[in-house]
């Protein structure tokens, strides 16, 4: 069964539709690339799926740890290469806030990000920046 659906709205734009749920998601052209920029680009949506999926996976190992990460924040940075057009590199900056964990709690949470499936699954080429601001 697919995934999503995406039509093609023109105007360098378009609009999924993910077919379990019926959440669409926007994606606009950058203006660095004859684009709009008024929503997410793919590249976006690429490098902001690499900080979700760490949080989600570390999210799956709070939960059988008895910590809870709500009000955890990410920033996400992309840079874009040239020759070919491509995503470079991604920083990924993860705050926390005031938890009650051990090293070992906060080792587990850590590899969990860095292991998730989306960072597996990016190029090796691609340098994946990713921090974690203890409180």
Excluded at 24 to 37: L, M, Q, R, S
Excluded at 90 to 118: G, S, Y
Aim: charged content about 20%.
């Amino acid at each position: 069964m697919a995934t999503s659906k995406t039509i093609y709205k023109g105007d360098l734009r378009t609009e999924a539709t993910h077919l379990q749920s019926g959440t669409t998601i926007v994606t606009d052209a950058p203006t660095d690339n004859n684009g709009k920029g008024e929503a997410f680009s793919p590249t976006d949506l690429v490098a902001t799926a690499l900080g979700s999926c760490a949080m989600t996976i570390m999210g799956i190992v709070a939960n059988r740890e008895n910590i809870d990460l709500a009000g955890t924040a990410f920033d996400v940075t992309k840079i874009m290469g040239t020759e070919p057009r491509r995503i470079t590199e991604v920083h990924v900056n993860f705050n926390f806030p005031q938890l009650n964990i051990d090293d070992r709690q906060r080792k587990l949470l850590e590899n969990a990000a860095l292991t998730c499936p989306v960072a597996k699954s990016l190029s090796p080429e691609l340098l994946q920046t990713i921090k974690f601001n203890w409180q």
